[in-house]
């Protein structure tokens, strides 16, 4: 069952938080919103989930306008930042939850209860309570009581954020094995780790300041952004002012040969430049600059160098012998791995 | 700690002692020591005897206690029902309006209970609520008095529980009904059963606005002791006061050990 937002304008108080949101998701696909702290994210779920009601647009589930239903008839699995398990009941009485609710038969729940703790790895807690359990054990917990129920739709909001790194990392494994079991299942997935949203999503929604910034697969977003922002959230990049010339662009007096596909010449405008397709030394699309940062990240270093007022990042293989900070370097990068974008408010690509 | 020094944490204990030995264990003992005796002219009481307790655990007191706690029982019980009722619809209404209903039902705290009890007396003497003589009258009273202090400590404690949980019972397919029944009620109950331990403390002890309205087939203890001490009976009222005192520290005991068991968090 699909997810779709049809204009879906939210306000709290007059408040507008999110601004007429038009997305789908496709059943069996896992969609990430990605955004920063605020965008809306949040409250886009909440629409879906029935917490919140639009002031104006519709909700759709598997095509069936669902604006005026109350939460409790949608049939949502949801799984929030606090997991918000039951204390008072035990393991097995949190994931029946929603089967007693919706008075299964008691067969039918055993089984279903099992399943979903063998499924999450959690069968030898069932007897516990949630205070008796890691963070990670709860996540699992609150992932199985969702999907006891057995829902089309699963919406996540940021559920490894109360994490630590290592958990996370194996969370995200473990959420990419249940998609793999349940692959009819559609998945609203909210964070603002982009590590995430690439792994685990087959496309990602963008969000800044309640408003959808551009949608696509992970790999699309990556290699070509449409937008300043986009480009700056999702991974890593260099901004760079340009103006367009004939041919390719002028950066900081130096000409670059890059595609400029249908800009006008004379046109203000920003490229985008990943730090790990910036080369050290010679090459085409060369720029000459001062060294002002090195930071060695184990497989690499990332060289930060100063051109004409600009810093650029670089990702490199680990230097035997690095650059030192204020040495005079070249850096160059392929035409094909630049991308050229409207011009917005970025420019220093710090 | 937020003294430091060890002669400064001696001061500040000795000052706390001497406090609460003349502010609160000092009266508590005179209270004590009189019920043993028979007279008291001199430094301490004299002519010990049990005899007072005799009196005070039998008939009349006897029947008074099953009074008070027959009248706490239920006043406290009809308290919790509507303070839980009104802080659970207060919840679900706009800031505004709950406000106005939380200021309704803290009007009995503010009004003198003897105010109290004069309008439970002039609104419960005519037909068709004619509840005046009755024992009916007095449980209203302690009902009304008490009900604000069960709203007050539900609706804070509504006010603290995490939305999150109600909502996440909703998404996983569970009524208003259900959700209210067996996820909001039980993780109230800690401060539902502290709730409970307050309106039967307060219930118990209870006079001014009883003075009023007791009808001669349901006398409260309270009244007895003033009755008592009001005759002169000092020792006979000291050792019904006892008998109040133990009957209510064991009614907080049994409350306080089902909210043990409540609190699972
Ligand atoms: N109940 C509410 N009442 C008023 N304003 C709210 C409420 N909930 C959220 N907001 C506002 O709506 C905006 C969007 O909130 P939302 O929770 O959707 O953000 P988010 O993208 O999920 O952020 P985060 O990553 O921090 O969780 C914020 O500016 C927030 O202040
Ligand atoms: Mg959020």
Not at chain 1, 232 to 258: Q, Y
Request: aromatic share 6%; proline share 5%.
């Amino acid at each position: 069952m699909g997810i779709r937002f049809d204009s879906v304008t939210v306000a709290y108080d007059g408040n507008v938080v999110l601004d007429s949101l038009d997305l789908t998701v496709e059943p069996g696909e896992v969609m990430a919103l990605l955004g920063p702290s605020g965008s809306g994210k949040t409250t886009a779920l909440r629409a879906v989930a029935g917490f919140v009601r639009p002031v104006s647009g519709r909700v759709l589930l598997g095509g069936r306008d669902v604006t005026d239903l109350p939460p409790y008839r949608r049939g949502i699995g949801m799984v929030v930042q606090s997991y918000a398990l039951f204390p008072h009941m035990r393991v097995e009485e949190n994931v029946a939850f929603g089967l007693r609710a919706r008075k299964a038969p008691r067969t039918e729940i055993r089984q279903r209860v099992a399943e979903a703790l063998e499924m999450t790895g959690m069968a030898g807690y069932a007897r516990r309570h949630p205070r008796e359990l890691s963070g990670g054990q709860q996540q699992r917990v609150a992932i199985a009581r969702a999907l006891a129920i057995r829902p089309d739709v699963l919406l996540l909001d940021e559920p490894l954020s109360a994490l630590d790194a290592q958990l996370r990392s194996g969370m995200l494994t473990e959420l990419a094995r249940l998609h793999r079991e349940l692959p009819d299942l559609s998945m609203l997935y909210v964070t603002h780790d982009q590590v995430e949203a690439l792994t685990l999503a087959d496309r990602i929604a963008v969000m800044d300041r309640a408003r959808l910034q551009s949608c696509g697969t992970p790999r699309e977003l990556y290699r070509a952004p449409a937008d300043e922002f986009t480009a700056s959230f999702v991974g890593n990049a260099n901004l760079l002012p340009v103006t367009v010339g004939c041919g390719g662009v002028d950066f900081a007096g130096a000409g670059l040969k890059v595609g400029t596909g249908d800009a006008v010449a004379g046109a203000r405008a920003t490229l985008c430049v990943r730090p790990h397709l910036v080369g050290l030394g010679e090459g085409p699309n060369r720029l000459t600059g001062t060294v002002t940062e090195i930071q060695w990240r184990g497989a690499t270093h990332r060289l930060y160098v100063e051109v004409d007022g600009h810093t650029l990042m670089a990702d490199v293989r680990e230097l035997r012998d690095p650059p030192r900070h204020g040495d005079r370097v070249h850096v160059h990068f392929a035409a094909e791995d630049a991308v050229l974008l409207p011009a917005g408010v970025a420019g220093d690509g710090s | 700690m937020l003294v430091h020094s060890r002669k400064a944490r001696w001061a500040v204990w000795a000052v706390f002692l001497v406090l609460f030995l003349l502010l609160f264990a000092l009266p508590l003992l005179v209270v004590l020591g009189a019920s043993f005796a028979t007279h008291w002219s001199g430094v301490l009481p004299s002519g010990m005897t049990t005899a007072n307790y005799r009196v005070a655990t039998r008939g009349e007191a006897l029947e008074a206690l099953t009074t008070s706690l027959v009248t706490a029982a239920v006043a406290s019980l009809l308290a919790l029902t509507v303070g839980t009722w009104a802080a659970l619809a207060g919840a679900a209404l706009r800031k505004r309006y709950r406000r106005l209903l939380d200021a309704l039902f803290v009007l009995p705290v503010a009004v003198p209970s003897v105010v109290v009890g004069l309008s439970v007396l002039v609104a419960f003497s005519q037909p068709p609520l004619l509840l005046n003589g009755t024992r009916w009258i007095v449980i209203v009273a302690h009902t009304v008095l008490v009900t604000a202090f069960a709203h007050q400590s539900v609706s804070a404690a509504l006010a603290r529980l995490d939305p999150a949980f109600e909502q996440a019972a909703a998404s996983l397919g569970a009524r208003p009904s259900y959700v209210l029944l067996r996820v909001r009620l039980p993780l109230l109950l800690p401060s539902l059963t502290a709730a409970a331990g307050l309106c039967l403390a307060l219930s118990m002890g209870e006079l001014s606005a009883t003075m009023m309205l007791y009808p001669p087939d349901w006398t409260p203890l309270p009244v007895l002791i003033y009755a008592a001490t009001d005759r002169g009976a000092l020792f006979t009222g000291s050792a019904v006061a006892v008998v109040l005192m133990a009957a209510t520290l064991l009614v907080l005991l049994a409350v306080s050990r089902v909210r043990t068991r409540a609190s699972y968090r």
